[in-house]
C-alpha cells in the first residue's frame, strides 16, 4: 500500500529556509491531493497547505501565506513544501497526508500519514 516519508526537517536561523519532501513508495499518488500538516509542541495539529492531482493548491494556514509554497513532482512521486522566511513559530513536526481527489479542510479524510520531519526555527 502507499507510503509517505517526509524528509528535509532540521534546524534553521529565523529567517532561513528549508525544503520538506514527501515521497511515495507501494504506489503512485498521481490521482490523489497530498496535504502538508504540523503539529507544534503542545499543540494540535493543523494543516498548512494541500495540492491536488492537477497542481491547484488550497491554504490551510493563513499564517504561512507567502511563505510557503506546495508542489508536486508526478514522474518522482515527491510533494515539496519550500518553507521562506521562517519564524520560531513555525517550529514543529511537519506530516504529509494522502487525501481524496480533493484538499478537503478536514484532517480525517486524509491517510497514509508519513512519519513526520522535525523543522526547528531557532537563533
Known amino acids: 500500500q502507499l507510503q509517505l516519508v517526509e524528509s528535509g526537517g532540521g534546524l534553521v536561523q529565523p529567517g532561513g529556509s528549508l525544503r520538506l519532501s514527501c515521497t511515495a513508495s507501494?504506489?503512485?499518488?498521481?490521482?490523489?491531493?497530498i496535504g502538508w500538516f504540523r503539529q507544534a509542541p503542545g499543540k494540535d495539529r493543523e494543516g498548512v497547505l494541500c495540492?491536488?492531482?492537477?497542481?491547484?493548491?488550497?491554504l490551510y494556514a493563513d499564517s504561512v501565506k507567502g511563505r510557503f509554497t506546495i508542489s508536486r513532482d508526478n514522474a518522482k512521486n515527491t510533494v515539496y513544501l519550500q518553507m521562506n522566511s521562517l519564524k520560531p513559530e513555525d517550529t514543529a513536526i511537519y506530516y504529509c497526508?494522502?487525501?481524496?481527489?480533493?484538499?478537503?479542510?478536514?484532517?480525517?479524510?486524509?491517510?497514509?500519514w508519513g512519519q513526520g520531519t522535525q523543522v526547528t526555527v531557532s537563533s
Open positions: 497526508a494522502r487525501g481524496t481527489y480533493y484538499c478537503s479542510r478536514s484532517g480525517k479524510d486524509f491517510r497514509s
Open positions: 507501494g504506489s503512485p499518488f498521481y490521482s490523489t491531493a
Open positions: 495540492i491536488t492531482s492537477s497542481g491547484d493548491t488550497t
